[in-house]
C-alpha cells in the first residue's frame, strides 16, 4: 500500500511556470467519435479509476482513491479552502502557499492509517486528516476518538491538526449525533459535496473552455457511476463515456503488490503552488529598465567592434536618475508592510562563517542561471563585464561602487549571488541555497524569509537560457 509522495500532476511549460498536464491541451477535440477524444478521457479514467495497487471493487478505499484522487488534477488553492469550509472547520487557511496529501498515512507497521492526510502552509503548518466512510458505513469504537488519527505519530509533529469524516449525506445524522461528543477539532463533510467541490474547482481550471468542461463532465461521470449526485453540476455532462471494458482494454498488468510501502508524505521542501498566490519577484523591472538593458547590450557590441564612442553615448544615455530612484524606494519598500513579524535572526555566532561564496562559485553559478535574475527573470550583467567596460572606458560613465556614484541601470542590472535560505537565518553557500539575482530583487528581500516578502521559491522556476550572456562578450579578445 502506497501512500503517493506527491499526488500532484505538473508540468513545466515553457514560461516556467508550473501546470497541471490538461494546461497542454489547447482545446479539446471537437468530435466525441474522434480517436483524440476517446485517448483524451483515457488519460483522465486511466488516472483516476484504474490499478491502484490497492484498489477493491467496493468499500472506502475503492472510492476514496478513484474520487479523492481527481484533486491530483486540481490546484489545491482552488479546493482545499472550499474542502475545510464545507468540513465547517474553524480554521481556514487564507493564503497557501504549498500542499501536498497522499493516501494510507502512518507511521506504524501495524497500526493504524489515515485514509487521506494533507499537509497545507499558510504559510505555518496544518494537517487535515480525512477518514472516509462509504455510504452505510459504520464508524469502528476507535473511529470516534478524533484523537486516535490526530495523535498518531506521523502527525504529532503539527501542532494544528484537524480531522474530517467523509461520509454520504444520508449517514451525517446518526454520525453528527456522535461528533458532538468529538469536539472543534473535527469537521464532517459528504460525498456529494466533495464532487460539488471538484467540479466547481474543474469548471474554473486556467484552460480553454471545453478542456474545463471535461474535467468538470468527467468528474460528475465518476460520481454518478457510483451512484453519488454531486451537490453540484457540471454545465455540461458528458453523454459518451468510455464503457468499463473499453477503458479496461489494452491497460497494463494490474498490480497486485499488497505490501504496505510507506512513503515520506511531508513536504521536505516547501513546494509552491502553481497559482498565483505568491509573485515570482518583489518588484517588477520597469519597461525603461528593459530598454536600458538593450542600450547597455549594444554598447557592449560597440566594445566588441572598438567603436568606444558610440559605447559611450549608450552609457550616458542609461544612466538616468529615474532608475536610482526606483531602486531606492523598492530596497526600502515603503510599500509592502510585512503580513507579520520578521523571523528573528540567528546570533553571530551561530551563523556560518563564510557569508558570500567566491568568484569561481559565483561565475558557476550566474552560468547556471544563465545570467538572469531568478527571481524577476531580466538579464543581468557579469561584474567581469562591468569590470573590463571600466577598464576600456574609464570616462564614459560612473564606475563608483556607491550607489550614488555608480551607473544607476548598471547598479540594478548587476548580476548578485542570492542566499535563498538567508545566511542570517542559517544558509549556505551551497549552490542549492544560491540563486543569481539583479540589485533590485537582492536588495528589496535582503534578509527576509521568501514567505515573508510573499515571493515563491525561484528554484522551482527553471532558469532561463538564452542568448543573453551576462555581457561577456566583451571579454573576448581581452586578456582578463
Ligand atoms: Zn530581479
Given at each position: 500500500?502506497?501512500?503517493?509522495?506527491?499526488?500532484?500532476?505538473?508540468?513545466?511549460?515553457?514560461?516556467?511556470?508550473?501546470?497541471?498536464?490538461?494546461?497542454?491541451?489547447?482545446?479539446?477535440?471537437?468530435?466525441?467519435?474522434?480517436?483524440?477524444?476517446?485517448?483524451?478521457?483515457?488519460?483522465?479514467?486511466?488516472?483516476?479509476?484504474?490499478?491502484?495497487?490497492?484498489?477493491?471493487?467496493?468499500?472506502?478505499?475503492?472510492?476514496?482513491?478513484?474520487?479523492?484522487?481527481?484533486?491530483?488534477?486540481?490546484?489545491?488553492?482552488?479546493?482545499?479552502?472550499?474542502?475545510?469550509?464545507?468540513?465547517?472547520?474553524?480554521?481556514?487557511?487564507?493564503?497557501?502557499?504549498?500542499?501536498?496529501?497522499?493516501?494510507?498515512?502512518?507511521?506504524?507497521?501495524?497500526?493504524?492509517?489515515?485514509?487521506?492526510?494533507?499537509?497545507?502552509?499558510?504559510?505555518?503548518?496544518?494537517?487535515?486528516?480525512?477518514?472516509?466512510?462509504?455510504?452505510?458505513?459504520?464508524?469502528?469504537?476507535?473511529?470516534?476518538?478524533?484523537?486516535?488519527?490526530?495523535?498518531?505519530?506521523?502527525?504529532?509533529?503539527?501542532?494544528?491538526?484537524?480531522?474530517?469524516?467523509?461520509?454520504?449525506?444520508?449517514?451525517?445524522?446518526?454520525?453528527?449525533?456522535?461528533?458532538?461528543?468529538?469536539?472543534?477539532?473535527?469537521?464532517?463533510?459528504?460525498?456529494?459535496?466533495?464532487?460539488?467541490?471538484?467540479?466547481?474547482?474543474?469548471?474554473?481550471?486556467?484552460?480553454?473552455?471545453?478542456?474545463?468542461?471535461?474535467?468538470?463532465?468527467?468528474?460528475?461521470?465518476?460520481?454518478?457511476?457510483?451512484?453519488?449526485?454531486?451537490?453540484?453540476?457540471?454545465?455540461?455532462?458528458?453523454?459518451?463515456?468510455?464503457?468499463?471494458?473499453?477503458?479496461?482494454?489494452?491497460?497494463?498488468?494490474?498490480?497486485?503488490?499488497?505490501?504496505?510501502?510507506?512513503?515520506?508524505?511531508?513536504?521536505?521542501?516547501?513546494?509552491?503552488?502553481?497559482?498565483?498566490?505568491?509573485?515570482?519577484?518583489?518588484?517588477?523591472?520597469?519597461?525603461?529598465?528593459?530598454?536600458?538593458?538593450?542600450?547597455?547590450?549594444?554598447?557592449?557590441?560597440?566594445?566588441?567592434?572598438?567603436?568606444?564612442?558610440?559605447?559611450?553615448?549608450?552609457?550616458?544615455?542609461?544612466d538616468?536618475p529615474?532608475f536610482l530612484?526606483?531602486y531606492t524606494?523598492?530596497t526600502?519598500?515603503?510599500?509592502?508592510?510585512?503580513?507579520?513579524?520578521?523571523?528573528?535572526?540567528?546570533?553571530?555566532?551561530?551563523?556560518?562563517?563564510?557569508?558570500?561564496?567566491?568568484?569561481?562559485?559565483?561565475?558557476?553559478?550566474?552560468?547556471?542561471?544563465?545570467?538572469?535574475?531568478?527571481?524577476?527573470?531580466?538579464?543581468?550583467?557579469?561584474p567581469?563585464?562591468l569590470?573590463?567596460?571600466a577598464?576600456?572606458?574609464?570616462?564614459?560613465a560612473r564606475w563608483g561602487t556607491g550607489n550614488a556614484n555608480c551607473h544607476s541601470?548598471m547598479l540594478i542590472?548587476r548580476?548578485?549571488?542570492?542566499?535563498?535560505?538567508?545566511?542570517?537565518?542559517?544558509?549556505?553557500?551551497?549552490?542549492?541555497?544560491?540563486?543569481?539575482?539583479?540589485f533590485?530583487?537582492?536588495f528589496?528581500?535582503?534578509?527576509?524569509?521568501?514567505?515573508?516578502?510573499?515571493?515563491?521559491?525561484?528554484?522551482?522556476?527553471?532558469?532561463?537560457?538564452?542568448?543573453?550572456?551576462?555581457?561577456?562578450?566583451?571579454?573576448?579578445?581581452?586578456?582578463?
Open positions: 500500500m502506497t501512500s503517493a509522495a506527491t499526488n500532484r500532476l505538473d508540468l513545466w511549460d515553457q514560461d516556467g511556470k508550473v501546470r497541471f498536464w490538461w494546461a497542454a491541451l489547447a482545446s479539446v477535440p471537437s468530435s466525441p467519435e474522434s480517436w483524440e477524444y476517446r485517448r483524451l478521457k483515457r488519460v483522465w479514467f486511466d488516472h483516476t479509476i484504474n490499478h491502484h495497487p490497492f484498489v477493491t471493487p467496493t468499500g472506502e478505499r475503492h472510492l476514496t482513491v478513484s474520487l479523492f484522487e481527481n484533486f491530483a488534477a486540481l490546484p489545491a488553492a482552488s479546493w482545499l479552502p472550499a474542502l475545510l469550509e464545507a468540513a465547517g472547520l474553524p480554521e481556514i487557511p487564507e493564503r497557501l502557499t504549498a500542499v501536498n496529501w497522499g493516501y494510507e498515512v502512518g507511521t506504524e507497521a501495524r497500526g493504524k492509517y489515515a485514509d487521506v492526510a494533507i499537509h497545507a502552509r499558510d504559510p505555518e503548518d496544518l494537517v487535515i486528516v480525512v477518514e472516509a466512510k462509504a455510504r452505510g458505513g459504520t464508524l469502528k469504537p476507535d473511529d470516534h476518538e478524533p484523537g486516535s488519527y490526530l495523535d498518531l505519530p506521523a502527525f504529532s509533529w503539527c501542532e494544528r491538526r484537524y480531522l474530517i469524516y467523509l461520509v454520504d449525506e444520508a449517514d451525517v445524522e446518526s454520525l453528527e449525533t456522535k461528533a458532538q461528543e468529538l469536539g472543534v477539532r473535527s469537521g464532517i463533510l459528504t460525498w456529494q459535496q466533495l464532487g460539488g467541490i471538484q467540479i466547481e474547482a474543474a469548471r474554473h481550471v486556467d484552460a480553454p473552455e471545453r478542456v474545463a468542461s471535461l474535467l468538470a463532465g468527467a468528474i460528475q461521470f465518476q460520481f454518478v457511476e457510483r451512484s453519488i449526485v454531486p451537490s453540484r453540476l457540471a454545465a455540461e455532462y458528458l453523454e459518451r463515456e468510455p464503457a468499463t471494458e473499453e477503458i479496461h482494454k489494452d491497460a497494463p498488468g494490474k498490480q497486485t503488490s499488497t505490501e504496505r510501502e510507506i512513503q515520506e508524505w511531508r513536504l521536505t521542501e516547501p513546494q509552491a503552488l502553481p497559482d498565483s498566490a505568491l509573485a515570482p519577484c518583489m518588484y517588477e523591472p520597469t519597461e525603461t529598465l528593459r530598454e536600458a538593458l538593450s542600450e547597455l547590450s549594444a554598447a557592449a557590441d560597440c566594445v566588441v567592434r572598438g567603436d568606444l564612442e558610440e559605447a559611450k553615448r549608450s552609457l550616458t544615455a542609461t538616468r529615474e530612484e526606483y524606494r523598492c526600502n519598500r515603503l510599500d509592502r508592510p510585512l503580513a507579520r513579524e520578521p523571523k528573528a535572526r540567528l546570533p553571530r555566532d551561530e551563523r556560518l562563517e563564510t557569508r558570500m561564496p567566491g568568484d569561481r562559485l559565483r561565475r558557476e553559478l550566474y552560468e547556471r542561471d544563465g545570467w538572469h535574475c531568478r527571481f524577476c527573470g531580466i538579464g543581468v550583467i557579469d567581469r563585464a569590470k573590463l567596460m577598464a576600456k572606458l574609464p570616462t564614459a541601470a542590472l548580476a548578485s549571488p542570492d542566499h535563498v535560505l538567508p545566511h542570517s537565518h542559517g544558509g549556505d553557500n551551497a549552490m542549492e541555497n544560491l540563486v543569481t539575482a539583479c533590485l530583487c537582492q528589496s528581500r535582503g534578509e527576509l524569509l521568501l514567505d515573508e516578502v510573499g515571493v515563491s521559491d525561484p528554484r522551482l522556476r527553471p532558469p532561463i537560457r538564452d542568448v543573453w550572456d551576462g555581457l561577456l562578450r566583451v571579454l573576448e579578445g581581452s586578456a582578463e
